[in-house]
């Protein structure tokens, strides 16, 4: 082979390597700009091409978080609790989370919501205690609750479900739940959950962004030993025949409408001993007292005669009946009347609260011969 032959081919050799060098450094830059496409050929057919923009573009797409109250949290309203010793258990607000990525992947972490009342002088820490929130099955106890009402949750592990763009649709739902010191006094008080607190990763391990979270508010509710109210009292007595003898004994009706301002249900007692309370003039008159009701219609709720409910919202008229007999043979003034109604939170316990105002319309006097 000739030296100009030989010459020839380093030139083209040459040339090969500076066409490879461009084609590389080109792909170099396409890379880091993120303009350029590469194509994928598999099995010598072109079947996409995916450009270095659309790779970083899907690793780094941000996953929003939405939040909102859900349709479960209580609404406004007074909450049934003791006036002596702790309720346990109470549900403060539902909150309900969701994201923008359809994966249970997305994973919320930590968060806060805080308490807080329109009173003066208001202290979280002294109304509630033992907060928690819960998710499924699964329970959470608050890692912190300060002085000024906030609760914070971390070491979370919850999953988040998938929402539309518009951030309403399916989601988790996020229950907090309290305990209420006694409560002497009413209070009013309300959940914020913080929709910036909310930290949690994205199946990327990003960090979800909050930019579309606000902060939502419960319902205020009033925490009160007595939502239950009386009306509409009325009583009669009609004498109960002693053939030739002088009337000894009257039968009595007492006739009274329940009103529940509150959230849940209120039950009262089937028994009329347990129903209500009585006292009678002369004092401890065993032979003057209340013993049945009158019927009624019954309403979802009712456990027969064991104990019937009064909804959330709603009233409940009742009729008792009962009997004034003289206590001795010397006795000319006799009367029996209700001091207290007794009613409970559940079916199962129709007591524990008593309501003692209103009453002064149920109490009645009856003026016998005296013999």
Known sequence: MSKKKCKKCGVKYFFW???VFVVLTGVMIAYKSGESAIPIDADKNLAAALTAKDIKT???????VY????SRSPVAGKVLVSS????PD???GVFNLSSSKPTSEVIVNKLAINISSPQRGFLAQSRFSNLRLKVGNTVYSAASFSGTGVATFQNLAINLLENNPAGIGLGKDLTLLADINATPSDFTARATLKGKSIVG????WNSLNTS????VNSASLTFTASPLSVTNTSTSASPINNGPNPVVAYATRYRFTLNNSGINNIWVSGDPGNFVSTSTTPANNASSTIYDFEPMAPLAGDDGRIAYIIPPGASRTFTLLGAIRKSSNYSTLE???ITGINYGPAVGSPWGYRLTTGLEGLSITILFSSR
């Open 58 to 64: 899907a690793v780094t797409s941000p996953t929003y």
């Open 335 to 337: 009367n029996l009347r």
């Open 201 to 204: 990763i994205d199946p990327n």
């Open 17 to 19: 390597l500076i066409i």
């Open 84 to 87: 002596t010793a702790i309720t």
């Open 212 to 215: 579309k979270a606000t902060d």
């Open 67 to 70: 939040d909102k109250l859900s």
């Open 90 to 92: 109470v549900i403060l």
